[in-house]
């Protein structure tokens, strides 16, 4: 029983590095037969450590989606909470932006509803991370009523989905999220006497 859960774990380490590289080279959509054959195993193997695509892509992103929501705790006491928020959703477009598939996976996981959310997504990670961030800034009337991590969340995978194929996707995205804060009207909140808003 030891050897066989020795294999299990080598395969399960074997698997993960193949699918990143697949998955860096390919995006999201990486051939799921193609990772096995790489690794040198059956699909069957495959199957039982990454029961869906949405669990693959989950694994493989894991290390990220973590690091950005230890980020977002680290910003959750800061005073400014506007800036907090701000810093946090560049952090989370320059890796959607710049590590390829993440931001589909995201875009994924959004749509694939609430059953999925709650198991095999990376988004349900980074919602309850930066639901206080988000919360905080309402707070202080630092945020447009209403709006939501989710509404962030589906905006900043929608512009690194945009810039995706930018020579500078990071600093294009980056741009988008500035031009987004700001809004696209001249007579925007300062001119009209109405607070600066995210």
Same mark, same amino acid.
């Given at each position: 029983?030891?050897?066989?859960?020795?294999?299990?774990?080598?395969?399960?380490?074997?698997?993960?590095?193949?699918?990143?590289?697949?998955?860096?080279?390919?995006?999201? &959509?990486?051939?799921?037969?193609?990772?096995?054959?790489?690794?040198?195993?059956?699909?069957? %193997?495959?199957?039982?450590?990454? *029961?869906?695509?949405?669990?693959?892509?989950?694994?493989?992103?894991?290390?990220?989606?973590? @690091?950005?929501?230890?980020?977002?705790? &680290?910003?959750? +006491?800061?005073? &400014? %909470?506007?800036?907090?928020?701000?810093?946090?959703?560049?952090?989370?477009?320059?890796?959607?932006?710049?590590?390829?598939?993440?931001a589909v996976a995201l875009t994924r996981d959004r749509a694939a509803g609430p059953d999925v959310a709650h198991e095999n997504c990376c988004s349900a990670q980074l919602t309850e991370a930066g639901e206080p961030l988000v919360r905080r800034a309402a707070d202080d009337g630092a945020l447009t009523p209403g709006v939501t991590i989710a509404d962030l969340l589906t905006?900043? %995978? +929608?512009?690194?989905?945009?810039?995706?194929?930018? *020579?500078? *996707?990071?600093?294009?995205? &980056?741009?988008?999220?500035?031009? %987004?804060?700001? +809004?696209? @009207?001249?007579?925007?909140?300062?001119?009209? +006497?109405? *607070?600066?808003?995210?």
């Amino acid at each position: 029983m030891p050897a066989q859960r020795a294999d299990a774990q080598r395969n399960y380490v074997r698997l993960l590095a193949v699918a990143e590289e697949a998955i860096a080279a390919h995006g999201a &959509d990486a051939s799921m037969e193609q990772i096995a054959r790489t690794a040198g195993v059956g699909s069957a %193997t495959v199957r039982r450590h990454f *029961p869906s695509r949405h669990a693959l892509l989950k694994a493989v992103f894991r290390e990220r989606v973590e @690091s950005l929501c230890a980020h977002a705790r &680290d910003l959750t +006491g800061r005073a &400014d %909470t506007r800036a907090a928020l701000l810093e946090w959703l560049s952090a989370v477009i320059a890796d959607a932006a710049t590590i390829r598939g993440l931001a589909v996976a995201l875009t994924r996981d959004r749509a694939a509803g609430p059953d999925v959310a709650h198991e095999n997504c990376c988004s349900a990670q980074l919602t309850e991370a930066g639901e206080p961030l988000v919360r905080r800034a309402a707070d202080d009337g630092a945020l447009t009523p209403g709006v939501t991590i989710a509404d962030l969340l589906t905006l900043v %995978t +929608g512009i690194a989905l945009a810039t995706e194929h930018h *020579p500078d *996707p990071a600093a294009e995205a &980056d741009r988008l999220l500035g031009l %987004t804060v700001v +809004g696209v @009207s001249p007579l925007g909140g300062e001119r009209r +006497g109405e *607070p600066d808003d995210c």
